[in-house]
């Protein structure tokens, strides 16, 4: 099978990253598949959330370090990834690093399913997400610093806004790993829930997001991102024009009706 699996099913996009034997590292396919499947999210009205989640014993542990060792960068591959400084930047820029930047650009949910190890890039990968839904048994680290590496995959952005920068500088200093309860209580994740609940949850938690006014949930995501960098005057003149647009659509009177007549909305 392809090192990510990607489907869409009741109009929710599955992301599976499917190296178990590697604990999900990164491969050129892998990183190839993603992009494809980032756009197509990106592109469609029918996907309403997105799951991205590995399979085997862990979520993903970023850069292939059997590769590393063997002086092929992060990931192997037929092109040039490690001869000169702009030959390895290109193998983020030009390749892992268009994840986030593609993440951006989709106003649709992504819910982040982890479980038993996610370091590195693999971890960075979880950071992009909305929502993480994380095991009880997770474990979780910014190990960069660990074999001589900056954080090249977007935590000197995420992690900070999460966590705050002393937490955020504690992590990637140290490389030390975080567990779940520890991971819950300082924001690194959403939710803990025990292994065995975690398929249920995920799936309910994702219904609610599917059978939602749709419209209204992408522009509170983009409300939410793009106010981090805006002034209050610019925050609220942008959130009440989204105000003006989802009070002409159905879904704002289905909800209204639904409240007055004291029964649960169908959005549409």
């Not at 599976?16 to 980032?38: Q, V, Y």
């Not at 590769?67 to 000169?84: P, V």
């Not at 048994?137 to 995959?153: A, F, H, K, M, Q």
């Not at 997001?209 to 209050?232: C, D, F, H, W």
């Amino acid at each position: 099978m392809s090192d990510l699996i990607f489907k869409v099913e009741d109009h929710i996009a599955t992301i599976t990253l499917n190296r178990p034997d590697r604990l999900n590292a990164f491969s050129e396919e892998m990183i190839h598949l993603w992009i494809e499947a980032l756009e197509t999210v990106r592109d469609s009205e029918q996907i309403r959330a997105v799951l991205i989640k590995g399979n085997g014993k862990g979520f993903c542990a970023g850069g292939d370090i059997k590769e590393m060792i063997a002086g092929n960068g992060f990931y192997k591959s037929e092109e040039d990834l490690t001869s000169t400084g702009l030959a390895r930047k290109n193998s983020l820029w030009k390749k892992v690093q268009r994840i986030p930047l593609l993440l951006e650009e989709i106003d649709q949910p992504v819910i982040a399913q982890m479980h038993g190890a996610a370091f590195g890039a693999g971890l960075d990968m979880a950071l992009m997400c909305d929502i993480r839904i994380a095991s009880e048994e997770i474990r979780l680290s910014e190990s960069y610093v660990n074999v001589g590496l900056v954080p090249g995959d977007g935590a000197a952005y995420f992690l900070p806004r999460l966590v705050g920068k002393d937490r955020a500088l504690d992590m990637l200093w140290t490389g030390k790993v975080i567990e779940a309860e520890e991971a819950k209580e300082m924001g690194l994740v959403t939710f803990v829930v025990p292994q065995d609940e975690v398929e249920n949850f995920t799936d309910n938690y994702l219904q609610k997001i599917v059978n939602g006014p749709q419209q209204a949930i992408r522009l509170t995501k983009r409300a939410v991102y793009q106010s981090e960098n805006m002034s209050l005057r610019s925050s609220l003149d942008m959130i009440s024009s989204s105000m003006g647009l989802v009070t002409e659509l159905e879904d704002y009177q289905q909800g209204v009706q639904a409240i007055v007549e004291k029964r649960k909305a169908t959005f549409k």
